[in-house]
Each structure stands twice: as C-alpha cells, then as structure tokens.
C-alpha cells in the first residue's frame, strides 16, 4: 500500500512539474546584493510544481544591472548577464510541451521511475540567483587613528612620514557574481544585503588605505592635493586589494571619494616652515627679509624706553653677532645672476684642427705643431691626409682616399 501512495504521489509531482515555469527578478535596490529568483504564480495559474525544480524549457527574465545564475544539484551550470530572455534546458526536469510529444512521455516517465526511488521526492535542487552588478554607493569610511603619509617634495628635499586622518565615501561593483556566490554569499533563500558585508569591507579598506597612499605619493601627490587624486587612489587601492577582493570577493573598487583629509597640527606646522625656511637658500631672498627684518628692527629701536641710542646699539650688536650682511646677500645674489647670464664656452670649430704634416700629430689648434713644433700649413698649401698618410694633397680632398681636408 505504501508502494502504491509513493507512486500515486510521484507521478502527481510529475504531472505538476510539466508546465514551464517564468522566473523574474522584481528589483535589486542598493541595499541587495544578490537574491533568490521569484517563480511567478498569479491567482488563475494551475501551475503548482514543486519547489526548487526548473522545467526544461523555462523562462528566465534578465534585467538591466542584474546577472542571473542557475545552481543545480549544488554546482554553477549557468550564468547570463546580457539582458532579455534565458530559456533552460538542461534534461533534467522533462516536458510535454517541450522537445515533443513521444520524446516528452518517455522522459517523464523515467523521471517519475527516480522519484519512486526517492520515495516520491523530486531528489533535484534547482535554483536561480540574481546578483546585483549596479555600483553600490554610498559606503563611508573614516580613520579612527591617524595613518602614515609619506610626504615628498623635491623642490626643497623633502622627504618624511607624516600621519594623517581621511574621510569619505567609496562605491564597489560585484564584476565576479560566480567567486561571490562560491565565497560570499552561497545557498541563500532570500536576500543577501551588504550591511552583512559592510563591516569587512571597512576594516579591509582602512588597513589598504597605507600601502594606497605609499602608492600615490610615490608620484609627488601631496596630502592636500589627494582629493583631486581620487581616481589615482582608487587605483592603487584595487591594487593593493585585488587578492582579497578581487580574486576571492569577486568585487572592485569602482569610485572613492575624499571629502577631508588632514594632517595633524605639529605636522603642517613643521612642513610649512621647512617650505618657508627653502625660500632662504636664494641669497637675494634672504637679503631682502633680512632687510625687512632690520627695518623694523630701527623702527623698535627708535621707540625704545632706555632711548635710541640704546636700541641701536644693540642693534648693532645682533647684526655682528649674525656673521652676515645684507649687502655680503646681495654680492652672492648679483654673483649668481651673473653665472647664470653668462653665455656657455663655446666650441671651437673643427677647421681649427689641424694634423701635421711632418710629425703626424693630431688635433692641433694654434700655429705650432704641439708635438714637433713645425708651423701650421697654408690654407692652400700641400697637406698631408690624417687618415691614410697621403702628401702632397693640395685640394679640399684627400688624392687617395678621398678624406676632406681638416
């Protein structure tokens, strides 16, 4: 008796399982990152097949910034981001109204020989995942502790590690829906939202921002000037994280914003001065601040309460004990200036050089041979060919060898 319920219930689940079935997915807003598809059931359909079974000849709507996945008996078979219209048809859960008639029968029936196994079950999971591969905005994060910055400014030498605080927001896509349904989000029956995966993410994100920033400071980036690097960090922070999140989370960086970044007091304070302190380095820059500087030196020594003549005084005395003028700064200026003006040694022609033509020697400049002392031949006279040796040449060009005359 039990026999016979089995196989009455088996072949009911058969017959149930014949009409094809319309998966969809409603919509994936910014909160959802991947979700369980929806077979449709209006209040007229007679179709009542059972749970977790796609019959062959389906339907799957794809929409606009959705990928759709089908998972069976556990394993990936299909995946479809294109959107439209995914028909599937696997052999697994067979037809009548697909693949034809006497070819439907027969398939149903072994299909209803493997549930009788089962005891009337359908001993088939079948499921269709939708991932949501818009980009997920709006994600915040902040420093909780300062992070190093390495500050470099060739202009003046500079090179040291400062710590900074960084807020802001970034965006992230999903580009792998098969890695983050294999080691993120799996089997699940309803919807896998991102607040599950926030907290990770931030933590992740926080601990590559470092390297990041070593990336694009690398590059004579300032901290100040970050934000108008948004993308360049967004770069190396996707470098930084591509293991973790792009080989196992199947996800990217897409956008990163900067909306403060600062340094601590002590450190702008001392990046400042050492800017200020590299305009010295030019003497006539620092003659004309130690010019402003004893200006108003003579201004407070005029008003001074002990009389003028005290305050100049030891004016006079700050200026010896300074080992250097403003007149000696602006000597070293007017010096350089003119090194600078100065037009480069010029080069002296190659017809200058001459060989001689007793000696043989090379590359004379002056009247005399600097080897034998012999004078410069005339410019119209026999000369002998530096090259091959020939005398007596009295053209522009060597009678052997065809060498110009040097």
Known sequence: MGLL???VGAASSVLSDQWREYFYCSSLDEKTLAVK????KQARSRNNGSDNVITDGSIVAVNDGQCMMIVEQGKIVELCAEPGEFVYDSKTSPSLFTGGLRKGIQDSFQTWTKRVGFG???GVDQRVYYFNTKEIIGNKYGTANPVPFRVVDANIGLDVDISITCFGEYAYRIQDPILFYKNICGN???AYTRDKIDSQLKSELLTALQPAFAEISEKGVRYSAVPA???DLAEALNHVLSDSWGKTYGIAISSFGVSSIKASEEDEKMIKELQRNAVYRNPNMAAATLTA???QAMQDAAKNTNGAMMGFAGMNMAQQAGGINAGQLYQMGAQQTASAQQPAPQMQPASAVWTCPS????GNTGKFCGNCGSPK?????PWTCPSCGQTGNTGKFCQNCGKPRG
């Open 5 to 7: 319920q089995v196989g």
């Open 37 to 40: 598809g929806e077979k449709r």
């Open 120 to 122: 009337g079950d359908t």
């Open 188 to 190: 699940v029956d309803s």
């Open 229 to 231: 690097h948004a993308d």
């Open 293 to 295: 500087a004893q200006a």
């Open 359 to 362: 000696c043989g020697q090379t």
């Open 377 to 381: 031949p005339a410019a119209d006279g």
